[in-house]
């Protein structure tokens, strides 16, 4: 798979307008990553996306990419949409997978910090007040990204 990272700082931490939610990874970022040198399904998969517009990324979509920290500044806007409606909200893993691979991103991006603290304080209350099972992984980043920034 590329190695890409993107790091536009002048994207970071605002919205998504509707004319940019019809458009491709490939088309925002002016990036054309070609056939992917590796056969596996994320590689495969990470490829594909960068072809769909970025307003028709499902949870999971948004998950996968996130998690390899592709194109944050355009997919970590429409996660925290998500994930002010439901910090829980689940991709194809677990309860909260996308938040938790927003979490790992942010160490490399803090650009988005604020607006994760509320999210996790959400997920928090939502953590301390059920009996359902809940990822210990996921627990221990939000209690952890809470103490060191909220």
Same mark, same amino acid.
């Given at each position: 798979?590329? @190695?890409?990272?993107?790091? *536009? *700082? *002048? ?23 070609? &056939? /992917? ?5 994320? &590689?495969?998969? %990470? ?33 925290? @949409? ?19 691979? %927003? ?7 803090? *650009?988005?910090? /604020?607006?994760?603290?509320?999210? %996790?304080?959400?997920? +928090? ?7 359902? +099972?809940?990822? /210990? ?11 060191? +920034?909220?």
């Amino acid at each position: 798979m590329a @190695e890409r990272r993107s790091n *536009s *700082s *002048s994207r970071k931490s605002q919205c998504v307008g509707k004319s940019e939610r019809k458009k491709t990874l490939e088309q925002l970022d002016g990036e054309n990553w070609g &056939a /992917p040198t590796i056969g596996s399904h994320l &590689a495969v998969s %990470c490829h594909k996306l960068r072809q769909k517009p970025i307003g028709e990324f499902s949870v999971e979509n948004l998950r996968m990419m996130i998690g390899q920290k592709f194109s944050l500044e355009w997919l970590m806007p429409l996660a925290l @949409e998500r994930l002010q409606v439901d910090p829980m909200v689940e991709g194809d893993n677990f309860e909260g997978d996308l938040l938790s691979s %927003c979490l790992k991103a942010v160490k490399t991006d803090a *650009s988005f910090v /604020p607006q994760l603290v509320a999210v %996790c304080q959400k997920a +928090y209350q939502y953590i301390d007040q059920t009996d359902d +099972y809940t990822d /210990p992984e996921l627990v221990k980043l939000v209690c952890d990204f809470l103490r060191e +920034y909220a």
